[in-house]
Every structure is written in C-alpha cells, then in structure tokens.
C-alpha cells in the first residue's frame, strides 16, 4: 500500500491538471469574437452590443457627419412648410411624418459620433447630397399656398434622392451594423417617400 500510494497520488493530480486545462481553454474561447477597430472578430462567437458599436470605419464617421445637416434641413424644411397656412393636408402630413422620423436619427448619428470619439463636420456651404442652397431655402419661405406644398414636394424629392445616396454607399462600405442598419432603412423609407411625393405632386 506504502508503494501504491505516490502512484495514485499522481494520477489523482494528473487529472486535476487535465481538468484545470480544460476549464480555461473554454474560458479563453468565451472571451473571443470581441474586437475594435483594428481586430478579427471570431465569427463562431455572438458578438456584444459594445463590440458592435466599437466596431466602425472612416465610411461610418462620413455618413453620420454628412448625413447630421442633411437630416436638419429636412426637418428645417419641414417646419417652414408646416408653418404656412393653406397647405394640403396629405403635403402637411408627409411633412410631419419625415420630422418626426429624422431627428430622432440626428439624435442617434450625434451619439455614434461621440462613442467613436469623431466631431460632426462643418458643412457649412457645401451643397453635398441634394442640400437645398441658401436661395432655395429662401423661396421655400417666401411661397405660400399650392405654390408652397408644390415647392415643398419638388425640393424634397432632391434632398431625398441625395440621402439615398448617401446611405447606399454606407451599406456597400460601411462596416458598423448598426449605421448600416440606419442606412437601410434611409433607403426603404425615402423611396417610398420618393413616391408619395410624386403622386402628391400629380395631385395638386
């Protein structure tokens, strides 16, 4: 017995060292898949949230930056028109609905920009993705009326078209899911918009 002893004494901790190992390489392979800017993720492990956000490249920042004043001036156009009287109610409609769906992404593009510690952009007069220029805001103002809504539907089917565009080149190159995301749903909901407008337009 005094001879068999030291034997399982050794078995019993060659077990002990085969489980140890065991139970840290699964805990290796738990804390894989997450990665920043610069990383492989493990595409067999789920990704966190955090993981997702930290993951973004120089085509993200653009969209957010670029698409932050485009989504103001849209709600900027909005309010002008919504602030005249005489305007067909389907045209005051759209135009409620476009506001009420575009800040609340401005809001969103602002919190990506600051979790990826980028600034928003001065784009102060450039014209980029169908901007309205300054004159074209000006008659906008000045319209009243059926000449207003018209005014309204023909400028926003442009800017609406530029933001299309913008948020294409965000799905095709971006790499932040969520951003994407956005981007896709610019594209469905603006199309559609694109259309509405069009029938409106016909209307009036």
């Known amino acids: 017995m005094m001879m068999k002893e030291p034997r399982m004494l050794k078995s019993r901790n060659l077990l002990l060292l085969c489980a140890a190992a065991a139970t840290a390489l699964a805990l290796s392979g738990c804390t894989g898949g997450t990665t920043g800017t610069g990383g492989t993720p493990d595409s067999s492990e789920p990704q966190t949230s955090e993981a997702a ?8 920042v653009t969209f957010a930056q670029m ?13 002008t028109l919504l602030a005249k009287g005489g305007i067909d109610e389907q045209v005051r409609e759209l135009a409620t609905q476009i506001k009420d769906a575009q800040q609340p992404e401005i ?30 805001m000006a008659d906008l103002e000045s319209a009243t009326g059926v000449e207003a809504a018209r005014l309204f539907l023909e400028q926003m089917t442009v800017h609406h078209e530029g933001a299309i565009a913008m948020a294409e080149a965000e799905v095709d190159d971006g790499e932040n899911a969520d951003a994407q995301a956005m981007a896709a ?9 694109i259309t509405q407008m069009q029938e409106l337009l016909a209307s009036l």
């Open 53 to 60: 956000a930290a993951e973004f490249n120089f085509s993200d």
């Open 67 to 79: 698409m932050i004043p485009h989504h103001e001036q849209a709600v900027e156009m909005s309010d």
């Open 107 to 136: 809001d969103r593009l602002r919190e990506w920009l600051s979790e990826w510690g980028e600034e928003e952009a001065d784009m102060g007069g450039m014209n980029h993705g169908g901007m309205m220029t300054d004159e074209d």
């Open 185 to 193: 749903t610019i594209v469905s909901t603006q199309t559609e918009e």
